[in-house]
């Protein structure tokens, strides 16, 4: 039992960069779903900059609010600093929400204030998911071995957050490379910067000053006033009628909110994993809550503990870099400023600092697992990859259409996926894979975890849940349906039978550890634990 008192101070000198960190996270996500929904989906100013971008607002300050008393009761508890967890819009989550349910009903009705009171509408439905996580959040999680969880974060860490911003640097080199390297120089290679200055910050104003040199980038006024937050009760009871007049946008809801409070599960073992302990059940209420008050205040995207602790931490960060963003993030947002600094700052200039959490995520998993472990997080790890091919090809079959391409064949047209076969390209495979990655990828990583461990019957629990899940359409398909027994699935009962009934006939001593003859590759000889 801890003796005395401990006093945890909310700022430090770490906390200056990590909020250019965070808030350049944030930013990006805001900046990339008020273009899409201004200039995609057609939404007014008044509407993007008036509703939506406030409403996320208010839904971050209402979670960073909890994250930082959260902090406070940690610190106190445990008799030592410790560091906020992270929060804003939830980034594979917000993809969904646009492309899942604001795009097909504005592309069906060419009404955008009604796909924008659906989304709404979905956002607080899906709130109320991903709170009842809470129900599961704290058994799934002891059940569930880290290199499960920590593995599927890698997985998207790699793929969304370090590869797709990187991609963007190499697309913009002059403006990439110049924020890149004090990047490099003052976060990963974790030198002192001249004059102390945060990396994250210094790296944004060169960035963004060689793309004014370039003409790049503009300083424009567009969209700047006054919007304060207002609810919108009436907007969030049309939405949610729809949403019940059409119940197959719920085939779409559920399953991707059933993701994010796995997302909050995963991000609070991630903390857990550099030291600082968090009640995952508070912090998926948290989320879920947070979601719901934005989208009352118009903000259709999900809110949830961000991934990336860990590199907070590596900081030095305490609670002071959440409570900077959740101050500037709304004055930004009440007064139009994020539309002024969307304009300002070139995405390659932020880019780098996403590819800087993405590292420290996964260099942090590798100390956080025993070695053997590291098998799951890297088959952890893949579903994300067939998630990033699948979503590709459908964008180059959506260019290849707005471009005047005519006679094509959809995607997962019988003819066409046979002929990707043919080319080496496993379209009907990485579909399979890429739906519900998330959970295929903590699936599997617990998986082979609980193998390697000799727990084979946790190995055949998780087995089993994938059989259920599968057969309904939770993981390996585009919707929910009622009960089917595919091939995956019925592949799933019979490794969940094979798992459970081994264990009767397997002795312990019968794994070989010491005696196994070595491997012979060309003169080399290599021998177990090597």
Same mark, same amino acid.
């Given at each position: 039992m801890r003796v005395g008192r401990y006093d945890y101070n909310l700022f430090s000198r770490g906390d200056f960069s990590a909020f250019w960190a965070l808030f350049t996270d944030n930013l990006?996500?805001?900046?990339?779903?008020?273009?899409?929904?201004?200039?995609?989906?057609?939404?007014?100013?008044?509407?993007? $900059?008036?509703?939506?971008?406030?409403?996320?607002?208010?839904?971050?300050?209402?979670?960073?609010?909890?994250?930082?008393?959260?902090?406070?009761?940690?610190?106190?508890?445990?008799?030592?600093?410790?560091?906020?967890?992270?929060?804003?819009?939830?980034?594979?989550?917000?993809?969904? $929400?646009?492309?899942g349910v604001i795009g097909p009903i504005y592309w069906s009705t060419n009404d955008p204030v009604?796909?924008?009171?659906?989304?709404?509408?979905?956002?607080?439905?899906?709130?109320?998911?991903?709170?009842?996580?809470?129900?599961?959040?704290?058994?799934?999680?002891?059940?569930?071995?880290?290199?499960?969880?920590?593995?599927t974060l890698c997985g998207i860490a790699l793929v969304f957050i370090g590869t797709v911003p990187l991609a963007n640097v190499f697309e913009n080199p002059f403006?990439?490379?110049?924020?890149?390297?004090?990047?490099?120089?003052?976060?990963?290679?974790?030198?002192?910067?001249?004059?102390?200055?945060?990396?994250?910050?210094?790296?944004?104003?060169?960035?963004?000053?060689?793309?004014?040199?370039?003409?790049?980038?503009?300083v424009s006024f567009e969209g700047v006033g006054f919007y304060?937050?207002?609810?919108?009760?009436?907007?969030?009871?049309?939405?949610?009628?729809?949403?019940?007049?059409?119940?197959?946008?719920? @085939?779409? @809801?559920?399953?991707v909110q059933i993701y994010n409070f796995i997302e909050t599960m995963n991000n609070v073992e991630s903390a857990e994993s550099a030291g600082d302990h968090y009640p995952v059940a508070t912090c998926q209420i948290t989320d879920g809550v947070g979601t719901m008050v934005g989208a009352l205040f118009g903000s259709p995207f999900p809110t949830t503990a $961000?991934?990336?602790?860990?590199?907070?931490?590596?900081?030095?960060?305490?609670?002071?870099?959440?409570?900077?963003?959740?101050?500037?993030?709304?004055?930004?947002?009440?007064?139009?400023?994020?539309?002024f600094l969307s304009h300002l700052i070139p995405v390659a200039a932020a880019a780098p600092v996403l590819v800087f959490v993405a590292l420290s995520l996964i260099t942090n998993t590798a100390h956080a697992v025993k070695t053997d472990h590291m098998a799951a997080v890297t088959i952890a790890m893949m579903p994300h990859v067939s998630s990033f091919l699948v979503i590709k090809w459908g964008s180059l079959m959506g260019a290849l259409g707005a471009t005047g391409a005519t006679g094509m064949l959809?995607?997962?047209?019988?003819?066409?996926?046979?002929?990707? @076969?043919?080319?080496?390209?496993?379209?009907?495979?990485?579909?399979?894979?890429?739906?519900?990655?998330?959970?295929t990828g903590l699936i599997w990583g617990a998986i082979v975890a609980s193998v390697i461990d000799g727990r084979f019957r946790n190995a055949g629990g998780f087995a089993f849940a994938a059989f259920v899940m599968s057969s309904v359409g939770i993981v390996h398909s585009a919707t929910l349906h009622w009960p089917e027994f595919s091939a995956v699935s019925m592949g799933y009962l019979i490794a969940a039978a094979f798992l459970f009934i081994y264990p009767i006939f397997h002795k312990q001593e019968q794994r070989q550890e010491e005696g196994i003859e070595p491997l012979a590759v060309g003169e080399a000889q290599i021998t177990p634990g090597e």
């Open positions: 990006v996500n805001l900046m990339v779903l008020g273009g899409i929904c201004q200039f995609v989906f057609q939404m007014p100013v008044d509407i993007v $900059y008036g509703r939506i971008i406030p409403g996320a607002a208010i839904a971050i300050l209402a979670g960073v609010v909890v994250y930082v008393l959260l902090a406070k009761r940690a610190a106190a508890q445990h008799g030592r600093a410790v560091t906020a967890m992270p929060y804003g819009i939830s980034t594979p989550v917000m993809f969904v $929400y646009l492309f009604l796909a924008w009171q659906v989304g709404i509408g979905a956002g607080f439905m899906g709130g109320i998911v991903a709170a009842l996580g809470a129900l599961i959040g704290p058994w799934l999680k002891k059940v569930t071995p880290r290199a499960g969880m920590l593995g403006v990439g490379f110049a924020s890149m390297i004090i990047i490099l120089w003052g976060l990963v290679g974790r030198f002192r910067l001249p004059f102390n200055i945060p990396a994250g910050l210094l790296a944004l104003v060169v960035g963004t000053v060689v793309a004014l040199a370039m003409g790049e980038s503009s304060p937050p207002v609810p919108y009760f009436g907007d969030l009871a049309a939405g949610i009628q729809h949403l019940f007049n059409h119940p197959e946008l719920f @085939l779409v @809801l559920v399953p $961000y991934i990336g602790h860990p590199a907070y931490k590596r900081m030095g960060a305490h609670a002071g870099y959440v409570i900077g963003v959740g101050t500037v993030i709304p004055l930004a947002a009440f007064f139009g400023f994020l539309a959809a995607l997962g047209d019988p003819q066409l996926t046979a002929a990707l @076969l043919q080319q080496g390209a496993h379209y009907a495979g990485h579909l399979a894979l890429s739906q519900g990655a998330i959970l």
